[in-house]
């Protein structure tokens, strides 16, 4: 779960990514190490994990993560190796998801690197590259794959696929925006095109219009992003620095003084795993109550192997409860039983978010 956080020079990129990483102070609400100098690991808040750990009294709590990386800076001709181009665009490849942060903010005293502040063109400007990109790795693809068709007739769907994408690419649209049936969707991802990862666009706003209504900036970033049925995330990175270095009652102090209810930072990090297509399921207890992280549609079996690999290999069913259910019950299980709301599934079964799970397995 690694998401690159990309944008032109002086939009907040890295004030944003300074933010993350400093929010991981031991006493702030994101536990943070550092993998790399360039890469911050973030918790993804869940209330449910805190109050079943509230509940059973647990040893551990245990959240899950999100990776950001600080992609190196872009310029114009980035994929024609310009300026850190190599390096950006190797980086992007690293990440499944990608943090578009755009400025929406005027500031006399923060120079914009086009000498204008239009987010529309910012977002063009890195999109151009990451499609040049492209059109290289499937114009080798290409290629490849006629000397293939020589030999192996069955290469031609692919060579048919390949050349659907160059031609809609070669227009200046994103991959990610291709109308795709699922097997041809499989194929492209396995490209690993740059335009094709999906994509939030952090709408870096001024200090006084963070809990306002939209500004003209981020209603123009709002329409390009709905075109392309991406998501929108307003921030203010001064702001969301400025919360990393309180502690929790401090935080929501801030927060209510700004008139705002969940922090930037929060609604970028849930906005991700979403992205992503992932949810959690939950396993508590005395010894610990820990949050697992699985993609939409995965089945019990496979989710138990996410703990254990031996749990999938004896899998032979799952007690599983809904975490709104179970605290209604106020964490007695007994009490859910009585209702009939612990349930035992078994290997067809597909995990929801929020089930709270018990595998039963043989050695």
């Known amino acids: 779960m690694k998401l690159g956080i990309v944008g032109l020079p002086n939009v907040g990129k890295s004030t944003l990514f300074n933010a993350i990483t400093k929010a991981g102070a031991e006493a702030a609400n994101y536990p943070f190490c550092t993998i790399e100098p360039n890469v911050g690991v973030v918790t993804v808040p869940d209330e449910r994990v805190t109050n079943l750990s509230k509940v059973y009294n647990s040893k551990k709590t245990i959240y899950t993560t999100i990776e950001f990386c600080d992609i190196a800076g872009l310029v114009k001709g980035a994929s024609k190796g310009e300026g850190l181009g190599n390096k950006f665009l190797g980086h992007i490849r690293e990440v499944e998801a990608i943090v578009h942060v755009v400025r929406c903010f005027d500031d006399g005293n923060v120079v914009h690197v086009d000498g204008k502040v239009d987010p529309v063109s910012d ?28 030999a192996d007739k069955s290469a031609q769907k692919e060579l048919d696929i390949l050349k659907k994408v160059n031609d809609f690419i070669a227009e200046g649209k994103s991959a990610r925006i291709m109308d795709l049936d699922e097997e041809e969707a499989e194929f492209v991802k396995s490209l690993d095109l740059l335009s094709y990862k999906p994509v939030i666009y952090a709408a870096n706003v001024s200090e006084d219009e963070v809990s306002g209504e939209d500004n003209d900036y981020v209603k123009a970033v709002r329409e390009y992003a709905a075109a392309e049925k991406s998501e929108v995330v307003v921030i203010c990175a001064k702001i969301e620095a400025e919360l990393s270095e309180l502690d929790d009652e401090e935080r929501e102090i801030f927060l209510e ?50 703990i254990h690999t031996d749990f999938e290999k004896g899998f032979i069913r799952a007690e599983t409860i809904a975490y709104d259910k179970l605290m209604e019950c106020e964490g007695k299980l007994s009490a859910a039983k009585e209702h009939g709301w612990l349930r035992s599934e078994g290997k067809d079964y597909e995990v929801k978010d929020g089930d709270i799970c018990h595998f039963l397995f043989n050695v």
């Open 123 to 150: 977002i063009e400007t890195i999109n151009t590259e990451l499609i040049i990109s492209d059109m290289e790795v499937i114009d080798r693809r290409i290629q490849k794959t006629m000397k293939q068709l020589k």
């Open 257 to 306: 003084e700004l008139g705002i209810t969940e922090a930037g930072l929060d609604k970028l990090i849930k906005s991700s795993y979403a992205l992503l297509n992932l949810i959690s399921f939950i396993t508590t207890g005395e010894d610990e109550t820990r949050a697992w992280t699985i993609k939409r549609g995965t089945l019990a079996p496979q989710a138990a192997g996410k």
